[in-house]
């Protein structure tokens, strides 16, 4: 069986958990195949708000196997934190939670290395969430890193000292004030390191290649968006992996051609967490709307989103590069109230117009062209079937399909599982 995908295709933070604990019950397993605790995925139920971090947004649900695979980063820490809250909650994760043996760790060197870099980095700053992911996949890439398979070997407990070793004086050479006590970090990081070990760790590739044998139905989760991709995204202003659908292959192990349904996630207007250029931006009251409303606040940095109009040439990039089949559109109610919106439709770059996504989306290059809509002013928080959308908001999607050639199958009008409108 074919192995469907989700991912966000702006720049995070659309909304992938909920969807993906939307659609759960639908699938046997449930995937993360790239990221680690740089991500916040919040799922709201039953009146509660729960944020992931690492663990797969399929874990609330009793049926689903959530599986943390290769391509992800993990760290214990945050790892073991995400555990402590389920276990308050009684979720009985013990037999339902797999972990990638070749799955990297994230080291508590790894975070201080990412805050030296980014310290050293003055105005020119990424805007990381100084998760230490950065430093992580660079391990990886450069063959030194540590896997949670070595945690079953004897030696890597030595191997983790060199390493660390090795990164204290790479922090030494950044020359930044970055106060730590190395200790106090690894007392924790150990404690976590057992905790991690009393999970099951499975050679992933071979268990989801049985699993479709087997017929049962996978669901792969991304984290970030599309345009934080180290290869597609906003470059250098990205995360470390690939957010985007060849992610999935990559950081699962699945075959291109076992790849089936491609769920697209946006939100109906755009937002942007860090540094790095966003053509679509607004410095107005409009934007600061948006911002309130949609209470714009990163889920695992605290830190406020930059708000703008949707970038229709961003997101026909998204989904051209990942091959998308259906379209999610999320926080549609925070748009309620707006007497016109806008919709970025072509760039004019170097004072021409054009369609596309170019090299340079820095703002002195590029200049947004935009199509307005008439607003709506209904409320439509309490609304459960696609008959109740507003004229207007239909406009507004038909619009979206149109020009995407894709079909929006889910409206979402709020955080909670029940606020989800299915269209066909
Ligand atoms: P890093 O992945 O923590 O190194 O951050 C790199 C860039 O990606 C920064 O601009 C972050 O704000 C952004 N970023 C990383 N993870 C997320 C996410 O889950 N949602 C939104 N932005 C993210």
Request: proline share 4%; hydrophobic share 35%; with cysteine.
């Amino acid at each position: 069986m074919a192995v469907d995908l989700l991912l966000g295709l702006q720049w995070g933070d659309e909304g992938k958990g909920k969807i993906v604990d939307v659609l759960t019950q639908n699938y046997n397993i449930i995937a993360r195949f790239q990221g680690g605790p740089n991500a916040g995925h919040t799922l709201v139920f039953n009146g509660k708000k729960h944020v992931l971090h690492t663990i797969p947004s399929g874990i609330f649900h009793d049926n689903a196997i959530n599986l943390v695979g290769n391509g992800v980063v993990i760290d214990p820490v945050i790892f073991k934190g995400e555990l402590d809250k389920l276990d308050e909650q009684n979720i009985d994760y013990k037999k339902s939670l797999l972990i990638s043996r070749k799955a990297h760790i994230i080291l508590p060197t790894h975070r201080l290395l990412d805050a030296a870099s980014e310290a050293s980095k003055g105005k020119a700053k990424i805007g990381s969430t100084l998760k230490g992911i950065g430093p992580t996949y660079m391990d990886k890439t450069g063959r030194n890193g540590i896997r949670v398979g070595d945690l079953e070997l004897s030696d890597w407990k030595e191997r983790y000292r060199n390493l660390a070793d090795k990164h204290e004086s790479m922090i030494a050479y950044y020359d930044v004030d970055i106060e730590y006590d190395l200790k106090e970090l690894e007392d924790a990081f150990f404690k976590a390191i057992d905790v991690l070990k009393s999970l099951t760790f499975i050679d992933s590739e071979e268990y989801i290649y049985q699993a479709q044998k087997e017929g049962q139905s996978i669901l792969a989760e991304g984290a970030q968006g599309s345009l934080l991709d180290i290869d597609f995204g906003t470059y250098p202003f990205v995360t470390s992996s690939n957010t985007t659908a060849a992610g999935a292959c990559t950081g699962l192990g699945v075959a291109p051609n076992q790849i089936g349904d491609v769920f697209g996630i946006f939100k109906a207007y755009t937002t942007r967490v860090g540094s790095g250029p966003f053509p679509t931006e607004l410095f107005d009251e409009d934007g600061e709307t948006m911002g309130r409303v949609g209470n714009e606040f990163g889920a695992t940095t605290g830190r406020r989103r930059r708000c703008g109009w949707l970038d229709l040439v961003a997101l026909k990039y998204a989904c051209q590069v990942n091959g998308v089949t259906q379209l999610m559109m999320m926080k549609g109610d925070v748009l309620s109230g707006f007497k016109t919106l806008k919709v970025c439709t072509a760039y004019k770059y170097k004072g021409e117009e054009i369609a596309h996504l170019p090299y340079n989306i820095e703002p002195e290059n590029v200049e947004p062209i935009y199509t307005e809509f008439k607003g709506w002013n209904e409320d439509l928080t309490g609304m459960s079937e696609a008959s109740q959308l507003p004229s207007e908001l239909n406009d507004y999607i038909a619009f979206l399909e149109k020009e995407l050639e894709i079909p929006i199958t889910i409206v979402s009008v709020g955080p909670d599982r029940k606020q989800t409108i299915f269209r066909n």
